[in-house]
């Protein structure tokens, strides 16, 4: 289509204002109507949205799909997450959430593999098409497959059960009677859930932890959508940064930081657990930071373009002879870069919920993991738009994409020392 690096950038991020705008409502309806409806309605308008990209012609139109696939997204994220930590404990809730970031993961794995081999086969528009296909066809099998794991505390906590359920040993009258005692009182209406929800999130803004690690995950994100989502597409596929990727080698990259997270996520989830989530986090951000700052220098060793044209012949074969040696060198160190980069985003895709997760009330959950996802999703808008923004001012994805590293390692430094200050001070009462 054209489009320039901000232009790109604002695509990324209209993605995540749509998300950002319906987290709330998105945590309201959930807690509402149970996991299940929004583990199948949302997969539904991802699917019609995207199949909507099949057919955009403009700026404009892209924007609008991808604003709709936010608002399905929103909804899919929160109800999958309260789903997983309904059934799980303090005790287990990484280890609990990584096979969901497992099978997470292994369709991001398998996902860029096909989809680039059917953009250079079919287009990338009929590309789009068959993928929203494939989104209407897994809402399908959600609803056939899918158990609701809500509990409901009127009923004793047991899961499924809902006020409509039959109760066998009476007549219908009784039926009536202990269906009116037994129904919830009429909940309020989606505005005043919603004042109510933020009123419930400013005051968890008031703990400190809960504070730290909602402003630590924001950062991560800005970072994530800048560096990974904006720019890494854009130098893969560019001749200035070594030999130009098709869009099924693009495809294979992601595929090979998608299986890190596949092999990886059991192992990290436990390891999280074990070592503590604000440690992981930490260790987790550092490293992807570092791997941001060498991918430039990195990608350029890739680069073929620069074989000689004066000298001898053996002078000439010689020189040829060591820039393919480097040429394969920076394959290996790109994968290792990449390697490495999704390892850390493997850490963060657990740690953060599990840890807010484990420090607030089971009734303030859902708020509490939409406003870790509200933060992130500003991130992710802010991130991708400034980023793409910036790489059109300065004129290189270079400055565009070390700013990206020292974001993120500057908001690693203060939320490591915010840990430490707060560990001091819990020692000293």
């Known amino acids: 289509m054209g489009l320039s690096t901000g232009e790109y950038g604002m695509v990324v991020s209209s993605f995540a204002f749509a998300k950002m705008v319906g987290n709330v409502p998105s945590a309201i309806l959930v807690e509402r109507h149970g996991r299940k409806p929004y583990l199948v309605y949302s997969l539904s308008l991802v699917g019609l949205s995207v199949f909507g990209i099949s057919l955009a012609q403009s700026l404009e139109h892209l924007m609008l799909c991808r604003l709709v696939t936010g608002l399905g997204v929103a909804a899919l994220s929160t109800a999958g997450t309260l789903a997983v930590a309904d059934i799980s404990t303090p005790r287990n809730r990484a280890a609990t959430i990584a096979p969901t970031m497992s099978g997470f993961a292994a369709g991001m794995c398998i996902g860029p593999a096909i989809g680039g081999e059917l953009a250079d086969t079919v287009g990338v528009q009929a590309t789009f098409g068959i993928v929203g296909v494939s989104f209407l066809t897994i809402a399908g099998l959600n609803s056939y497959l899918l158990s609701e794991t809500k509990r409901n505390d009127r009923l004793g906590g047991i899961p499924g059960f809902f006020v409509d359920d039959k109760v066998p040993w009476r007549d219908d009258a009784e039926k009536k009677e202990i269906l009116k005692a037994l129904a919830p009182p009429t909940p309020p209406g989606v505005f005043a859930s919603m004042k109510d929800a933020l009123k419930q999130q400013t005051e968890l803004l008031s703990d400190p932890k809960i504070r730290n690690i909602v402003i630590m995950n924001g950062f991560y994100w800005i970072t994530l959508s800048g560096s990974q989502m904006t720019l890494l597409p854009l130098m893969l ?193």
């Not at 509490?368 to 300065?394: E, H, K, N, P, Q």
């Not at 070390?402 to 490591?416: E, I, R």
């Open 237 to 429: 596929t560019s001749p200035d940064y070594g030999d130009a990727m098709s869009a099924s080698s693009v495809g294979k990259v992601y595929m090979g930081m998608s299986l890190v997270q596949v092999l990886a996520n059991p192992i990290v989830g436990m390891i999280v657990d074990k070592i503590g989530k604000n440690k992981a986090i930490v260790g987790g951000t550092t490293l992807i930071s570092g791997m941001i700052l060498s991918l430039p220098s990195v990608l350029t060793l890739t680069s073929t373009s620069a074989l000689p044209s004066k000298g001898s012949a053996v002078d000439v074969v010689d020189i040829a002879n060591n820039l393919h040696g480097l040429h394969d060198f920076g394959y290996y160190g790109l994968a290792g870069t990449m390697g490495l980069w999704a390892l850390g985003g493997t850490i963060l895709s657990t740690a953060p919920v599990a840890y807010i997760s484990d420090i607030v009330h089971d009734k303030r959950r859902a708020q509490a993991i939409a406003l870790l996802r509200t933060a992130g999703d500003i991130g992710f808008f802010v991130g991708a738009a400034t980023t793409g923004a910036l790489a059109d001012f300065s004129g290189s994805l270079d400055s565009a994409m070390h700013s990206s590293a020292a974001v993120l390692f500057t908001a690693t430094t203060w939320f490591g020392a915010r840990q430490f200050y707060m560990k001091d001070q819990l020692k000293a009462k």
